[in-house]
């Protein structure tokens, strides 16, 4: 049994159980393995302090959902091993808010362009300042402060 | 297959293929990719070696400004996340944000907002049928499609006032009653949508070529679909009977009599067939609604608009409802003001097009088409 | 304008020197007067069959774009002329103030070329069928030994026009449209040949003429029916129409060989396969269907009307069905067509040898 460091709930019910960023890969295993077998989602948090980062499961046999909690300084173990799913989503919140998931195969931003500075869904991100997405002659896209003929 | 293939001459700048492999970009601007999708696809011949989706092009970061006003603000980005079916995503939010302030919705509003989700999704499916027909080089049902969904935009129009972003439900109810007008259009529109709706089935389903294209097309099997986080009609196709209305009920669904169609096939046709018979099972459901709707009022009148943006909550909220393209819900975090702390979207297209790479390998190109159109994204949702 | 003008009187003389024997001013005293009568005659004949092959193009894609929008509930052309039927030549006004654009690292010349070598043939095509038999004024521009033999050549030289056009766009969509052309060609060209073949079995003749008179009393589609069927739906697959649209598929390869064509260049490819159209409706209905045999009417509203109705499918088969993926249009071509028109070959020779009065 892997500890759990505290529980609560969401205000419908749903259980949500925090976990020690250590034991966040076993922990998740051992839930894939009680049946939990859908990974929803995974989002991180800034508050502030620390970031949270939260994996939605559902157990599609039993159709039981909880909401595993983590606390981090912006690293966690990466998932991909149990879920194929869970590339794209850790993706999505290393590029959002920022967390790094150790041994992911492919962590690159998903929905901003490659090289943009910062993490939108921080809470310290600087909204006026604006960057501009230009086409490379690659074919790919890059990011700058300056306007050029991006937009 | 292909070998060595050599451009004409140009003017010293002809590219000599000498690998077999070749890299072509599908989208984003592609007639069949639904939008901004873009796809790397590595091709050997016709064959697809290698397809790795590309997305973003349509972010605008619908979770930080929903963070960043009150919480009916939010609203108006979560309306154009999906955009051909708005409803069902503010339904989403709706459902959240009176979840987390305890806000109690009159009976009629609930039953409104299940008949109108229903006909969103009629709207939606109707739209991935037209367009899906289109991706297999059929023109006709497209605008079969498009005729009837004209419809169900009619019936929206009379009701909430607008077409395609609706803006309609609010937190304790809806915006406004439905008219006697808006009864006879959904009464007369339930009558008669099942034969046209028959008629377009069988313009794809008894076509020898359309169900040689897509049987045995895109497959993904149900440990793929759990693995992927794939969710709705997809997931259903690939012999996992589970529907939110069904296995956790929100709104009256469990009050309303309707099948979970379901297949064990799991490929591109076996989404066809669950997709049509879905939007017969949300014929039978607004019929029904339409016999059960209550007098009385339509939102709780504790919750008049100037109140609204005054709403605080605290604690945290995850309603998963059955949106056309799958789970999608909305976590809600609050942190004692006016304005939600954090806005978390659980996108069904999102994860549902993750599956790409799987779904892809080794079918051709005119496969590739095929097994995206019947994935149903929309990007506002994917890429928010 | 003056380059189809040009190919096409050059092709006459050709034509015209198989047909008779060539005959020097000098030689048995014929009067220089009646060789330049006998090419203004052949002139006009050309200027008749082009205007008319031009008209026959605009009428059917009028006819098509109505019978398409009243098939999925719209209105379809309604602006320009009397229920819209002008729509067709503001088209070509538009098209022709477009600009011209050659993506920089295509082949130029090959890119040029390519419209006309898909619209040139067909227009060729149209001289040697035979609109009707009017003793007098004869219709048939051209009759020679050999026509059907030329016109199937004209037919097979426009679709590498595709070929050319997609090779040369130096685009990848374009290349992999430019090869599906190749191998659909190859796939339905070879049946087709032979289905032909056998037709040309049972009237004992090359010539389109002899095809249509040796079809008097029984139409050869009753004793070839299998190679009636493999023939149409060769037809079918060479003008690349839907459901057999694989170098243009719209949705997977953006537009297959025509994607980086755009204003006239492109409208040459549009008027080409719907001319390419007409022409193969003429063509089923000269060999299989008797051509302007028939009662009562002249013999070239027998033929309008029989052309008309393989349109009609044509139309019909475009409206109604998805597209085939190219390793079940390459099946259909080699593993069913060719094993049938074989078959009907053998059918054919038969009745040559046993019945051959009959025709």
């Known amino acids: 049994m892997i500890p759990v460091e505290s529980e609560s709930s969401t205000k419908n019910g749903i259980k949500v159980i925090y976990v020690a960023k250590e034991n966040i890969l076993p922990f998740l295993k051992e839930k894939k393995e009680e049946g939990f077998d859908t990974l929803l989602m995974i989002s991180g948090v800034d508050y502030k302090d620390h970031l949270e980062v939260l994996y939605h499961l559902l157990s599609s046999k039993n159709n039981t959902r909880i909401i595993v909690k983590t606390k981090t300084d912006g690293e966690v173990d990466s998932v991909t091993s149990l879920w194929k799913g869970a590339d794209w989503h850790e993706r999505e919140t290393w590029d959002l808010v920022g967390i790094k998931f150790k041994n992911h195969p492919n962590l690159k931003r998903i929905l901003l362009a490659e090289g943009w500075v910062g993490h939108p869904l921080r809470k310290d991100y600087p909204m006026d300042k604006k960057q501009y997405v230009n086409l490379a002659d690659d074919g790919e896209d890059t990011v700058s402060f300056d306007r050029g003929e991006g937009y | 297959m292909m070998g060595r293939i050599q451009f004409p001459s140009t003017g010293g700048r002809g590219t000599d293929m000498e690998d077999k492999v070749i890299e072509v970009n599908f989208g984003p601007q592609h007639p069949s990719t639904h939008g901004v999708l873009r796809i790397k696809v590595k091709l050997d011949g016709e064959i697809i070696v290698d397809a790795q989706p590309v997305i973003g092009y349509l972010h605008r970061n619908a979770e930080k400004l929903a963070e960043m006003g009150a919480y009916p603000k939010g609203m108006i980005y979560i309306d154009r996340l999906d955009y051909v079916a708005a409803l069902n995503m503010e339904l989403g939010y709706v459902l959240a944000v009176e979840n987390l302030m305890d806000v109690q919705v009159p009976e009629r509003a609930l039953w409104i ?272 | 304008m003056n380059l189809f003008f040009f190919l096409m009187s050059i092709l006459y003389g050709i034509v015209k020197f198989l047909h008779i024997d060539f005959v020097p001013f000098t030689y048995q005293g014929v009067p220089i007067g009646l060789w330049i009568a006998y090419f203004i005659v052949a002139v006009v004949e050309v200027v008749l069959v082009f205007a008319l092959s031009m008209v026959a193009v605009i009428i059917i894609i009028y006819v098509f774009r109505k019978y398409m929008a009243d098939v999925q509930n719209r209105i379809g052309p309604n602006r320009v002329g009397i229920w819209g ?45 035979p609109f009707g038999n009017v003793s007098i004024l004869n219709l048939m521009v051209v009759n020679f030994n050999y026509t059907i033999l030329f016109l199937i050549a004209f037919m097979t030289i426009a679709p590498l026009g595709e070929i050319i056009g997609g090779l040369a766009s130096h685009n990848k969509f374009s290349l992999f449209g430019a090869l599906r052309s190749a191998a659909q060609d190859m796939g339905f060209e070879v049946p087709m040949l032979l289905s032909l073949v056998s037709v040309i079995v049972l009237a004992g003749s090359y010539s389109a003429y002899d095809i249509v008179t040796a079809q008097r009393y029984i139409p050869f589609i009753v004793p070839e029916i299998l190679g009636f069927i493999v023939f149409f739906l060769a037809m079918i697959g060479r003008q690349s129409i839907p459901p057999f649209d694989l170098p243009e598929s719209g949705s997977e390869l953006v537009s297959g060989f025509s994607t980086e064509y755009s204003g006239m260049r492109y409208g040459i490819f549009y008027m080409g396969n719907f001319g390419f159209m007409a022409l193969s409706a003429f063509v089923v209905a000269v060999i299989y269907l008797g051509g302007w045999e028939g009662p009562i009417f002249p013999g070239t509203v027998w033929l309008v009307i029989k052309g008309m109705v393989f349109i009609f499918i044509f139309l019909l088969s475009w409206i109604s069905l998805g597209r085939v993926r190219i390793d079940h249009l390459l099946q259909m071509g080699w593993k069913y067509l060719l094993p049938l028109s074989v078959i009907n070959l053998l059918i054919s020779a038969g009745i040559a040898l046993y019945l051959g009065g009959l025709f």
Not at chain 2, 279 to 285: A, D, F, L, T, V
């Open chain 2, 113 to 384: 907002r299940q008949m109108m989700v229903e006909l969103n999704r009629e709207a939606s499916h109707l739209i991935w049928l037209g367009t899906h027909g289109l991706d297999m080089g059929m023109l006709t049902p497209f605008f079969y499609c498009f005729r009837e969904r004209e419809r169900i935009l009619r019936i929206f129009d009379e009701i909430t006032g607008s077409r395609l972003l609706y803006n309609y439900f609010a937190i304790g109810g809806v915006y406004s009653d439905i008219t006697p007008k808006a009864i006879d259009m959904i009464k007369e529109w339930t009558e008669d949508f099942g034969t046209k709706l028959e008629e377009i089935q069988s313009i794809l389903g008894k076509s020898y070529i359309y169900v040689s294209r897509t049987k045995g097309v895109g497959t993904l099997s149900a440990e793929d679909v759990l693995s992927y986080g794939v969710t709705g009609p997809m997931q259903r196709a690939s012999g996992i009977k589970r529907d939110l209305r069904k296995d956790s009920p929100y709104l009256f669904y469990d009050k309303v009599n309707f099948d979970v169609p379901y297949r064990t096939e799991g490929d591109v046709y076996a989404r066809f067939l669950v997709r049509i018979e879905e939007m017969r099972q949300s014929i039978k459901i607004v019929k029904q609604v339409l016999e059960k709707l209550p007098q009385g009022d339509f939102y709780n009148k504790k919750y008049s608009k100037p109140m609204l943006v005054r709403l605080k909550a605290t604690g945290e909220s995850y309603v998963p409802t059955e949106s056309p393209k799958g789970e999608f819900g909305i976590h809600l975090i609050g942190d004692g003001s006016s304005i939600p702390y954090r806005v978390r979207i659980r996108s069904p297209s999102f994860a549902n097009l993750s599956s790409i790479p799987t779904m892809l390998k080794g079918y051709k190109i005119a496969d590739l088409t095929a097994a995206v159109s019947s994935i149903d994204p929309v990007f506002g949702e994917v890429d928010r």
């Open chain 3, 85 to 129: 039927t002008l729509q067709l030549i503001a088209d070509v006004f538009k098209l022709i103030q477009k600009q011209d654009i050659i993506p920089t690292s295509a082949d130029r010349t090959a890119f040029r070329v390519a419209p006309y070598i898909v619209f040139t043939p067909v227009i060729l095509g149209f001289i040697l069928i």
